[in-house]
């Protein structure tokens, strides 16, 4: 499917970023290119072939990850605000939402 | 003794930081401090860190501005590791942009160069770490290895690179870009170093539910013995067009040995290699644009001003954040995740993952160990490729391949071009057959040694 600007907008916007005109000019061509390149993949037939969702080796698919349910000791409310941008009064500010 | 080694380490990388660009932060005094009651299996030995493992009383940069000056609060797995054995981190290496890139040209604070040609990247993402090793500042380094981001720089700077078998070593507190294909990695001049080191770092940990319950074998151990009886595979098609006519002649060179050393050589195929870079480009940036979602300018790191709603702070932040590689990888993965593409790229890349972990599993029913270039080229020109983001990408057509399978891979050097750059090859075993790469790499090191020395080295600093 060839990929147009008005594409590359969309995806910015449902990625969160808000690309410059110079930007989109680069990204557009580029992006289409690799995903040329990647749809090499539709040449092949993979019916019945399962997705390897996961990555996990044998024994790693094995491995019980379980925990018993016991409290455990976490980061704490004034470490996990230490890196905030605009912590206040023991919260994240953020700008208005509406 | 070992204050000696750790003021050495931290001198050379503070006096070769001009030339290099290998570290982002240097911490004398902290490590200065610690070496003083250090004990343990690594007491005292000097180790460098890639910025996206997190290192308390450290910055983690992970190479981006969007990270702005975060100090983490815990200590990766691997990191804690470390220091209990007695290691003493002496800093964080520069990197690509999350770890995002094949030459360090994506960092946000300068490319790493090399130490045998400063003209020429140090391959990536963990190039500074490779650097780092090569120029003699410092005996050991991590790195994470995603698509070949500790081979391949390690194959350009002439220095072992290692990516454990998936599951070997703990990601808790390594910055994710793709968690089902990162791995922490080690980087070594001596097969011995990277043996210990790999040993103290690897196993179990319930805090990364990914790591196998698998026991850690003495990797030292390992090392000796004959290679009478191992078979190694020589997958002759890999061997064929975009390989540089001189890697490809050091690379045969190394199967001679092999053989001369008492191993089998093998014929093997590794049918759907071929599509491993596009079925990495699929999985990786959309693990990528999933996993990156979380810098938002909320909870730590930089965040943009200016902007009066929630929603513009994302999009400014994350706009003036990251860097044009990881908005790239960023986009392709949203495009590819995206209603009405999910099925025709993801679903199906995955399918083909399959194929590419059976031909492996295949493979490894014929032979102990497969052998192929690192890098299908040696160390090339800062500048080069910045403007041609597939030709970068096909930079790493032998090393995705392990990271696909999850099966480990080990860069080993094997000599200089005609310019005096590295040349590396690649071993790639079965899940967790460590033992054997370490015990192959060690058996062609003790019968050609690589013992040249690049000009920018921690002796030579006038």
Same mark, same amino acid.
């Given at each position: 499917m060839p990929i147009k600007e008005s594409d590359i907008e969309k995806v910015a916007q449902l990625a969160h970023l808000e690309l410059a005109p110079e930007e989109l000019k680069i990204f557009g061509p580029q992006i289409a290119e690799i995903v040329t390149y990647v749809e090499q993949l539709n040449g092949l037939d993979t019916t019945n072939v399962a997705p390897a969702i996961g990555g996990f080796t044998p024994e790693g698919e094995t491995t019980d990850s379980e925990r018993n349910d016991e409290l455990v000791s976490s980061l704490g409310q004034k470490t996990a605000l230490a890196e905030a941008p605009d912590p206040a009064e023991g919260y994240f500010r953020v700008p208005k939402v509406l | 003794m070992s204050r000696q080694t750790v003021e050495a380490a931290i001198g050379a990388a503070e006096k070769l930081n001009d030339t290099l660009n290998a570290f982002l932060a240097i911490d004398r005094e902290g490590a200065l401090q610690r070496v003083e009651n250090s004990s343990g299996a690594l007491a005292g030995v000097p180790v460098?860190?890639?910025?996206?493992?997190? $290192?308390v009383g450290m910055q983690t940069s992970c190479g981006s501005r969007i990270l702005g000056d975060y100090h983490p609060p815990y200590n990766a797995t691997v990191i804690q590791r470390l220091i209990d054995a007695g290691a003493i981190i002496i800093g964080k290496t520069n990197c690509d942009e999350f770890a995002m890139g094949s030459s360090n040209e994506n960092s946000a604070f300068g490319p790493v160069k090399n130490p045998w040609d400063v003209t020429? $990247?140090?391959? +990536?993402?963990?190039?500074?770490?490779?650097?780092?090793?090569?120029?003699?500042?410092?005996?050991?380094?991590?790195?994470?290895?995603? +698509?070949?981001?500790?081979?391949?720089?390690?194959?350009?700077?002439?220095?072992?690179?290692?990516?454990?078998?998936?599951?070997?070593?703990?990601?808790?507190?390594? $910055?994710?870009?793709?968690?089902?294909?990162?791995?922490? +990695?080690?980087?070594?001049?001596?097969?011995?170093?990277?043996?210990?080191?790999?040993?103290?770092?690897?196993?179990?940990?319930?805090?990364?539910?990914?790591?196998?319950?698998?026991?850690?074998?003495?990797?030292?151990?390992?090392?000796? +013995?004959?290679?009478?009886?191992?078979?190694?595979?020589?997958?002759?098609?890999?061997?064929?067009?975009?390989?540089?006519?001189?890697?490809?002649?050091?690379?045969?060179?190394?199967?001679?040995?092999?053989?001369?050393?008492?191993?089998?050589?093998?014929?093997?195929?590794?049918?759907?290699?071929?599509?491993?870079?596009?079925?990495?480009?699929?999985?990786?940036t959309a693990e990528a644009s999933s996993n990156l979602a979380r810098f938002d300018g909320v909870r730590y790191g930089f965040r943009a001003e200016e902007a009066p709603e929630l929603r513009q702070m994302y999009r400014k932040t994350r706009e003036e954040g990251f860097g044009p590689e990881v908005k790239r990888r960023i986009m392709l993965g949203t495009y590819v995740l995206s209603a009405g593409y999910y099925d025709a790229y993801y679903r199906k890349a995955q399918q083909v993952r399959t194929l590419i972990k059976n031909d492996f599993l295949t493979?490894?029913?014929?032979?102990?160990?497969?052998?192929?270039?690192?890098?299908?080229?040696?160390?090339?020109?800062?500048?080069?490729?910045?403007?041609?983001?597939?030709?970068?990408?096909?930079?790493?057509?032998?090393?995705?391949?392990?990271?696909?399978?999850?099966?480990?891979?080990?860069?080993?050097?094997?000599?200089?071009?005609?310019?005096?750059?590295?040349?590396?090859?690649?071993?790639?075993?079965?899940?967790?057959?460590?033992?054997?790469?370490?015990?192959?790499?060690?058996?062609?090191?003790?019968?050609?040694?690589?013992?040249?020395?690049?000009?920018?080295?921690?002796d030579n600093t006038d």
């Open positions: - | 460098a860190v890639k910025d996206n493992l997190c $290192v020429r $990247v140090s391959g +990536g993402s963990s190039g500074g770490s490779a650097a780092a090793v090569a120029a003699g500042i410092v005996p050991v380094a991590l790195g994470s290895d995603t +698509g070949g981001s500790v081979r391949q720089p390690a194959s350009l700077c002439g220095v072992l690179g290692l990516k454990p078998t998936y599951g070997r070593n703990s990601r808790y507190g390594l $910055v994710a870009f793709a968690s089902s294909l990162d791995q922490v +990695g080690v980087f070594a001049r001596e097969v011995t170093d990277m043996a210990r080191v790999l040993g103290v770092i690897a196993g179990r940990d319930n805090h990364d539910a990914t790591t196998a319950d698998t026991p850690v074998p003495n990797y030292l151990e390992s090392l000796s +013995g004959e290679l009478k009886g191992l078979r190694v595979g020589f997958p002759t098609a890999l061997f064929g067009e975009g390989l540089d006519d001189e890697v490809g002649r050091s690379v045969k060179a190394v199967v001679d040995v092999y053989r001369e050393l008492g191993a089998e050589i093998v014929d093997i195929e590794l049918p759907h290699a071929g599509y491993a870079i596009a079925v990495y480009y699929i999985i990786a493979a490894f029913t014929q032979c102990d160990a497969i052998i192929t270039p690192t890098s299908p080229t040696p160390a090339f020109a800062i500048g080069e490729k910045v403007n041609d983001p597939l030709a970068m990408y096909l930079n790493d057509i032998y090393t995705v391949t392990a990271n696909l399978a999850g099966v480990p891979g080990l860069s080993v050097p094997c000599g200089l071009s005609s310019l005096r750059l590295p040349i590396g090859f690649q071993l790639l075993g079965a899940y967790w057959s460590e033992p054997t790469l370490l015990k192959l790499a060690h058996s062609y090191l003790e019968a050609r040694p690589f013992t040249e020395r690049p000009p920018v080295n921690a």
